[in-house]
């Protein structure tokens, strides 16, 4: 009993910690650039944290520790696409969507195009990748608190649920991105330094030799070699192999279109800024992958991966108390609560990011791009409308992510990743390279890249005819992939292209060559949503 005081205590200590922080930030909340881009005080090195903070969520502490755990080497390659898709952010769209932009991703769009289709059409796709990967955090922490209080009930996971939909709610409402930024910084701290720790003590139990560990892990896992080499998981088939390089795909081009990623470039001064921000970013996030290895092989060789669940979600959380000196000892509850207020505080801070870029779309591009049509609106009443979408929302993940939980979060969140790259990124990359492209362009690609998407999904394994599937009862998949990525992702470039040459737009030409000249320069970047 006194162990189960203190792992909730510490866990709760986490939770205020955050929450004070957004009664602070909430203070200096006081303008809409304060709400959405944190006034654009934050330097390189404090936005590098933040998304660090933003990008490692649930899915990569729990997801992908367990991924490996549970099949070795094919677990690892979650790690991998995660952290090669920073290059094609880095290299594609940082510095110019920063300079293009205010605000929001549609901003970039608007400036050349008709304002109320490309913005209806963004804040659809953000809020639909969104939800999406706010369903895997929120999944991530019913598993990881009802670990924490000990309870098999499911009817507590649902509550935790419930309950993290409310923080969100609450860290976005009251304290808006600079809340929801130095909530991501403290946490990416404190992942950092968590994980550091497991690592350290998963290999002072090998004498620090990687090779023994990985050996171990092979064995317990009952695979043998199998477990360190590719295709225990996606090897055994053709189809499953496709579906592995449509996987592959979408974590490498996902993550330039994930929205809660993007409005972190509007955060800084600079365009030097945002560079140094990703630079920052891709070395936390390099060092962070590098050590899923040793958390998932560690779990492999310490743990009974049973008792991980068929996800694997568990995986870190049970290594920490096994490394920290077993179920029943005091260490080992210290450091299963200290991992498990860490996991926790991930999330919260992804959660934040996400319902704050999906509500700033809502009030920035719909409510006074399209309803007002950038008339009579007052800075008031935009955030007023962001706070309210925030709760509608926060909502509406909460519903969809009570009989989401049998799921991998991992998987979970490679299917936002898929919508992300299959939707936003054509038009935004079409959008800075491509003169000719147009309204037409950009709404095709992005309602042609999100249809196409998430009803593949509705249309595959994930929903129905498998064991593991959402409705396990049903069968109604006619496509075999989990992972649409490699119909999706062509057909939302396609499609861009198909819409542009069949439409002829001379004004989206003409500006062209000044949307060129900020993107590249930053020339009058702060103007960049009005034409």
């Not at 390659?77 to 290059?87: N, P």
């Not at 449509?246 to 993007?262: K, R």
């Not at 743990?303 to 694997?312: P, Q, R, V």
């Amino acid at each position: 009993m006194n162990q189960q005081f203190l792992t909730t205590g510490l866990f709760l200590a986490v939770v205020l910690l955050t929450v004070g922080i957004t009664f602070y930030a909430s203070r200096q909340t006081k303008t809409a650039a304060d709400f959405y881009s944190g006034g654009r005080g934050f330097s390189g090195f404090q936005n590098g944290l933040a998304i660090g903070g933003d990008y490692m969520s649930a899915a990569s502490f729990l997801g992908i520790s367990g991924a490996i755990a549970l099949y070795g080497y094919d677990g690892f390659l979650y790690s991998i696409g995660f952290l090669v898709a920073w290059l094609v952010a880095l290299l594609l769209v940082a510095e110019m969507l920063r300079n293009a932009g205010r605000y929001t991703m549609a901003d970039q769009l608007a400036f050349r195009m008709r304002q109320r289709p490309v913005r209806t059409a963004a804040s659809v796709s953000t809020v639909v990748v969104s939800i999406f990967y706010l369903l895997a955090q929120m999944v991530g922490a019913g598993v990881l608190v009802a670990l924490l209080l000990d309870v098999d009930s499911q009817a507590v996971q649902n509550l935790v649920i419930v309950g993290v939909g409310a923080l969100m709610i609450f860290y976005v409402t009251v304290g808006g991105m600079k809340g929801t930024t130095y909530v991501q910084i403290i946490k990416a701290v404190l992942l950092m330094a968590g994980s550091a720790l497991i690592v350290f003590l998963v290999l002072l139990r090998y004498n620090f030799n990687l090779s023994a560990l990985l050996g171990d892990a092979a064995e317990k896992s009952g695979a043998g070699d199998a477990f360190l080499e590719p295709g225990l998981q996606y090897g055994a088939t053709l189809t499953s192999q496709v579906d592995f390089l449509s996987l592959g795909i979408a974590l490498v081009l996902g993550t330039a279109g994930l929205p809660h990623i993007l409005i972190r470039f509007y955060t800084v001064p600079t365009a030097k800024d945002a560079r140094k921000s990703v630079l920052w970013a891709i070395g936390l996030i390099g060092a962070f992958y590098l050590m899923t290895l040793v958390l998932g092989f560690g779990a492999a060789a310490l743990i009974d991966t049973d008792e991980a669940g068929a996800t694997g979600n568990l995986a870190s959380p049970l290594l920490a108390r096994e490394v920290g000196g077993g179920a029943d000892s005091v260490g080992g509850a210290i450091l299963l609560a200290l991992i498990a207020a860490v996991a926790f505080a991930t999330i919260l801070a992804v959660v934040a990011g996400l319902t704050l870029a999906s509500s700033s779309s809502v009030a920035h591009d719909l409510y006074k791009g399209v309803f007002k049509k950038d008339k009579a609106v007052t800075e008031k009443d935009e955030v007023r409308v962001a706070k309210l979408a925030a709760v509608v929302i926060g909502a509406v993940a909460i519903v969809l992510a009570i009989p989401a939980q049998q799921l991998n979060i991992a998987f979970l969140v490679a299917l936002a990743f898929a919508v992300a790259a299959s939707a936003n990124l054509p038009a935004i990359l079409f959008n800075m390279f491509w003169g000719r492209f147009n309204t037409r362009g950009a709404c095709w690609s992005i309602y042609g890249g999100l249809i196409s998407c998430v009803g593949l999904v509705v249309l595959s394994p994930v929903m129905s005819g498998a064991e593991t599937s959402l409705f396990p009862n049903a069968d109604f998949a006619i496509f075999p992939l989990n992972n649409p990525g490699i119909v999706s992702i062509p057909l939302g470039f396609l499609l861009g292209i198909i819409g542009t040459l069949t439409a002829r737009e001379p004004a989206s030409e003409r500006l062209y060559p000044e949307l060129e000249v900020r993107a590249l320069t930053g020339a009058g970047a702060e103007g960049a949503s009005q034409h």
